[in-house]
Structures are given as structure tokens and as C-alpha cells.
């Protein structure tokens, strides 16, 4: 028997919602409990035996976080349902911004501006919000980063150690409400780096408080500027709320004949050109260049960068010339190799943050896919570098928030030894000091004390939990990553006034640690 339109549809929708949930390692269960439905529902909708709902569809875009993709396909089949009656019978009507239980703050629009004027970038957030949590909502967190030589790491930290933003010259200011009826708002430092700074946007100020309640919706905006001498020719959104539609613009004198082109990442894939093209006016003597997304997926990173072809080169000190001939681009360093291949590098806020523990047995689906996802990039690692001390990878620096890491013994053919949920719970008072590197700064080794026996307490993928005790190079190994997954980096421990040795002029690189 011959299935009607209609049924096909229905079967892609389950197969679209079948996938999706496969790729993000959820459950029927774990599905089911964040939609807010009965697992059963699940299967059966999978399985053919339930038609989706619109209510339905809408929570799994929304769980899945499917960029569009299951609505995409819920509406193709509604329109075939109702192209068969006039007055078609509609599904029971949902919150317009439904989104599931414990879902906070919503971005239904961003739109992001970088102008540059009289040697500064002018920077301009607009963002419409909306509390579709249980919560008040009195602080809004916002970053500033900049990279004056992003294809150079080293040399774009010592630029900012030795010409460090700061929050005068940022000039920053920041409004809540509507045009014609904003409120200026207050804010409040969280840190205060070199090349970053983050800062919470206060819904208050001198005159009173006005935060933003359950089901409500306003708009903040905030602006900022630095000058050309510190910022690099780039220009990145993170998103990381649930965003429905992002719009990120830049507006440079024409005269300087600016080419501009994208990239776009995420937590699964490598950088690729951005799916469409940027999109460029000329309004009174400037090039206005535009590109806007709907629904942008959680995590991901939407890079525009550019050259002007025509106008003034910047210098380090921040004076302007004539143009110059491209210095020859040199040979990769180690750091943009594994940069390349996916590993977060050092200056990422995600290296900095504790990691979410396993919830096992019930999270074993996401803790054997973030195994294999190490699994994968310890196999490209060995094609790019000889580990002759032992490896370790945890995975914050996949860009993965799971406490989880592998660590390879330096015995040629050695497995990797799995940890999930590792606590260090003893220690020996012997310690010795070696040199370490780490993947995610891989241009330079550091000498750190570490001690010479750790026993780490780590779960099994049941949810049992055993103690493991390590000696020598393994401990070293392991403290390494467990560091990692607690947001600290070698570099946190080592001695003050310690410096760091270019890879360059490391000797033992390659060969084992001696005891």
C-alpha cells in the first residue's frame, strides 16, 4: 500500500526528531523528562505511531536546540494536513515563546554593530530579551575580548601585557527599556584582564530598580569603543543563550575599500565560511557589510574579519603609514596546529570554568559520546606530534563542559585511561618539579611541582565509583587533567616568577620524564 503525502511527512518529522536526539546522546527518557512529556510519547512519535503535535514540535526544536530543523519539518507536514480541508482544525494554540521548564533568558533578537571612526572601533550591542524563566531577572553578564594579532597568540599577549585594555578607555554604557523611554543602567566589574573584561549589566540604577519578570520582554544596549591599536581585524558572537535571530554589521569608511568574509563554528564542527553570503551597501560614503542568521545554534561562533585594501595599516603603536608589502606568512606554530584540528586554546572563558559532572548511570549515553569525541581527537593529535611523555585530553578542551578526560601512559601502545567524575582525595607530601605542556598553549613549556603519588577517587559508567592510585608520570598526567576540568591551567601552579620556555628552546620534548 501506497502512503499518502501527508504520512511521509510525518515520517520524516520522526526520523528528523530521531536523529537530532541521537546527535545531542539524549535518551527517549532524558528527552521526554526535559519536554515535558512521557517517554512512551517518544517512541511513538518515532515510531510512526503518534503524529506530531505542534506543542510537541515546538518543545523538542527547543530541547534539541535543532537550529530550525524539526520545525522546519513539523511545518512541512501541518501544511499538508491542512491543505486538505478550508477550515482546517488547528492544534490547541501555545505560548507564543514557549520554551521548557527551567529555560531562563531568551535573546529574540541581536544585533550587533562595529564601526570604525577617527582610529576607534565603536562598538554597539541591541539585544531584545525575554524572561521565559521562573526567576526575576537583575543582571545581565556581558564580555569584552580583544586580540590584536589573532594569527600570532604570543605576540598578540605581549602586546596586551605591555598595552592592557582598560575599563576608561572602553567608555562603556549600557540602557534598558524602549527608544524614548530607556533607563540608563548601572554596572558592576566580574573581571578585569589584559585583553578581557566581563561585567554585569545591573537592571538598576541611581533612581531605582527595574528587573525583568517571568513572561515579560525589554530591550538592553550597550556600547563601547577601543582604539585601532589594540583591536584586531575581527569581529565574533557567541551565542551562548537561546537566540532566535542575530544580525552582525560593520560600517567602515568606503574609502578604504574593505573585503570582508566569515566563519562560523560550533562545539561539533571546525570553522567553515558562513552559510550565506555578507551582504554590503554604500550609505553616505561608508560600506555598510551585513550578515543575519535566525536561529543560531547554542555555542556556536559567528566570525566576520576583514582587510582594508585601500586604507591606513595599523602598527603596533598605533600609528598609520603607507601601505606596506605582506610580510611572508610564516610556518604555523604548534599553538595554531592543534588550533586548527579543534583544540580550545588558552584565553577561552570555557578553559576557566568547572566542568558539569556525570549523572550516572542516567548520563552514560553523553558520557561514552564525550568519550568518543576524545577517543577521535587523540587520534588526529598523533598524527601531528609525538607524545613521548603520555597525552592527556580533557574535555573542556574539545569544547565539551562534561568532567571527563583521557590520559595515555608514555609505554608505546598503552590505552587510554578513561576518567569520569575524578577527585583528587590524597596526595604525598614528596613532589618533584618537570617541565609540562599543554595542548591548548602548546608554544611553550612550564616547570611545575606536582606531587609524586595522587589517589583519585573517579565513577564508572554504571555509576560506580572506585579509587585509582597513580605514581611518577601518570600522577603528573592525571593532576594535569583533572586541573582542567576544576578551570585551572599549569601555569597556576608553577613558582613564582617561574617564566615560561618557548617550545623552541625545550630540550626534552619528545622524550620521557626522568625519575
Request: with cysteine; glycine share 6%.
Amino acid at each position: 500500500m501506497t502512503s499518502s503525502p501527508i504520512d511521509r511527512a510525518a515520517d520524516t518529522f520522526a526520523a528528523e526528531l530521531a536523529q537530532w536526539r541521537l546527535d545531542r546522546a539524549m535518551t527517549k527518557k532524558q528527552l521526554a523528562a526535559r519536554m515535558g512529556f512521557d517517554p512512551s510519547y517518544i517512541s511513538h512519535v518515532e515510531g510512526r505511531r503518534h503524529r506530531p503535535t505542534e506543542d510537541f514540535a515546538r518543545r523538542a526544536e527547543a530541547v534539541l536546540g535543532a537550529g530550525g530543523a524539526i520545525w522546519q519539518r513539523y511545518q512541512e507536514y501541518d501544511e499538508l494536513r491542512h491543505s486538505r480541508t478550508s477550515t482546517p482544525p488547528r492544534d490547541p494554540p501555545v505560548p507564543e515563546q514557549w520554551m521548557p521548564p527551567g529555560t531562563g533568558l531568551i535573546v529574540e533578537q541581536e544585533v550587533a554593530t562595529l564601526a570604525y571612526r577617527d582610529g576607534y572601533y565603536h562598538c554597539t550591542i541591541r539585544r531584545a530579551l525575554y524572561n521565559a524563566g521562573t526567576d526575576p531577572v537583575t543582571r545581565y553578564l556581558v564580555r569584552v575580548a580583544v586580540d590584536r594579532y589573532p594569527d600570532d597568540p604570543d605576540r598578540s599577549n605581549r602586546h596586551h601585557r605591555e598595552h592592557p585594555l582598560t575599563f576608561v578607555e572602553l567608555d562603556l554604557h549600557a540602557f534598558c527599556g524602549t527608544p524614548g523611554h530607556q533607563e540608563p543602567m548601572q554596572w558592576r566589574k566580574k573581571h578585569d584582564r589584559d585583553a578581557f573584561k566581563e561585567v554585569w549589566l545591573l537592571f538598576e540604577n541611581a533612581d531605582g530598580r527595574f528587573p525583568l519578570y517571568p513572561g515579560q520582554r525589554t530591550s538592553i544596549e550597550y556600547t563601547y569603543r577601543v582604539g585601532q591599536e589594540k583591536w584586531g581585524q575581527w569581529f565574533q558572537r557567541a551565542v551562548r543563550l537561546p537566540t532566535r535571530q542575530l544580525t552582525v554589521r560593520l560600517d567602515f569608511p568606503e574609502a578604504f575599500d574593505p573585503q570582508v568574509w566569515g566563519v562560523e563554528t560550533s562545539l561539533s564542527a571546525e570553522d567553515a565560511p558562513l552559510r550565506t553570503p555578507v551582504r554590503r551597501q554604500r550609505v553616505n560614503g561608508r560600506s555598510v557589510l551585513e550578515w543575519s542568521t535566525d536561529a543560531p545554534l547554542l555555542n556556536a561562533r559567528y566570525r566576520l574579519e576583514w582587510r582594508f585594501r585601500s586604507g591606513p595599516p595599523t602598527h603596533a603603536s598605533g600609528q598609520t603609514g603607507s601601505p606596506a608589502e605582506p610580510e611572508p606568512r610564516p610556518e604555523p606554530r604548534a599553538s595554531e596546529r592543534m588550533r586548527a584540528i579543534g583544540i580550545v586554546q588558552r584565553g577561552a572563558e570555557m578553559l576557566r570554568q568547572q566542568v558539569q559532572p556525570f549523572e550516572l548511570p542516567a548520563d552514560e549515553a553523553v558520557a561514552l559520546d564525550t568519550v568518543a569525541r576524545l577517543r577521535a581527537m587523540l587520534a588526529r593529535l598523533d598524527e601531528l606530534h609525538p607524545f613521548g611523555k603520555g597525552v592527556g585530553l580533557a574535555a573542556p578542551q574539545i569544547g565539551l563542559p562534561w568532567a571527563a578526560a583521557l590520559v595515555r601512559p608514555p609505554e608505546p601502545g598503552a590505552e587510554a585511561l578513561v576518567l569520569l567524575n575524578p577527585r583528587v582525595v590524597d596526595a604525598s607530601v614528596e613532589t618533584d618539579d618537570q617541565y609540562e605542556g599543554c595542548l591548548s598553549y602548546f608554544d611553550v613549556r612550564g616547570l611545575v611541582p606536582r606531587p609524586l603519588r595522587i589517589d583519585v577517587e573517579h565513577s564508572r559508567f554504571d555509576g560506580g565509583r572506585v579509587i585509582t592510585s597513580f605514581e611518577r608520570a601518570m600522577a603528573r598526567l592525571v593532576a594535569h587533567e583533572i586541573d582542567h576540568l576544576e578551570g585551572r591551567l599549569y601555569v597556576d601552579r608553577m613558582a613564582p616568577g617561574t617564566s615560561l620556555v618557548p617550545v623552541e628552546e625545550y630540550r626534552d620534548s619528545g622524550r620521557p620524564w626522568v625519575y
